[in-house]
């Protein structure tokens, strides 16, 4: 079965520092990928996704994904954090079948925390 | 545009207890679907729509019903309520079968609490 894990629960950096956030995912086919971020009392917005050609992926405020195959991963990344990037991160497979590839396996989350 | 717009945004029910939470979307979508998210687990996929008349079962799919008459609107029923239902609930929509092109919206949420 199709699944996502993001083993870091809870991330601190320094505003400045740069940003790794893990994913692995399990899925027999190429997956699309994606990474959400949830401002707290929002809904999720998409920050980039993944589902073939360049395996390094630009997102919006500055977010960067790279696929790797072989590990089964595709973790996101940041040059510099910027306070307002404290949220929490979401990685998720598209599972569907049949056509309905909008159904998405959601990671269990990475909350990051920024310190000044 | 409003997008996808969810209803009530807070809500306590006692054990039993029945309500609906509404998802209403402009965006002219044939896919939506319901995530609740709880602390450690993510997010959920509940039941989902593929277009008007059709509904199906996802990951956590018992306690809830749900149908589609129309489009816009997409409501999650829950006809006896629980304590583990207490979750925040999430409207998701989208362009049927294109997830790539066209990513998820999702409302707000609504925050649900059984007691």
């Known amino acids: 079965a199709q699944s996502v894990t993001q083993p870091d629960i809870h991330i601190t950096v320094s505003e400045g520092a740069s940003l790794e956030l893990r994913c692995n995912y399990s899925y027999g086919a190429t997956p699309y990928l994606f990474w959400y971020v949830q401002s707290p009392g929002q809904g999720l917005q998409l920050l980039l996704k993944y589902f073939s050609g360049d395996t390094l992926v630009q997102g919006i405020k500055g977010f960067e994904a790279e696929f790797k195959r072989s590990q089964s991963s595709f973790n996101l990344r940041k040059p510099s954090v910027h306070w307002s990037d404290a949220a929490e991160y979401f990685c998720?497979?598209?599972?569907?079948?049949?056509?309905?590839?909008?159904?998405?396996?959601f990671g269990t989350g990475t909350l990051l925390a920024v310190q000044p | 545009n409003a997008g996808v717009t969810q209803t009530p945004k807070f809500q306590v029910l006692k054990t039993g207890q029945s309500m609906t939470l509404q998802c209403a979307q402009d965006m002219n979508h044939e896919y939506m679907s319901w995530y609740r998210q709880d602390p450690g687990m993510g997010l959920r996929l509940i039941h989902y729509s593929v277009g008007a008349g059709i509904t199906d079962q996802g990951e956590v799919p018992n306690g809830y019903n749900v149908s589609r008459s129309t489009t816009e609107d997409f409501p999650l029923r829950l006809l006896s309520a629980a304590p583990s239902q207490t979750s925040v609930y999430f409207c998701?929509?989208?362009?049927?079968?294109?997830?790539?092109?066209?990513?998820?919206?999702f409302g707000n949420g609504t925050r649900l609490t059984v007691t």
């Open positions: 998701a929509v989208g362009v049927q079968g294109s997830s790539y092109n066209s990513p998820l919206h």
């Open positions: 998720a497979v598209g599972a569907g079948y049949g056509g309905a590839t909008n159904k998405l396996i």
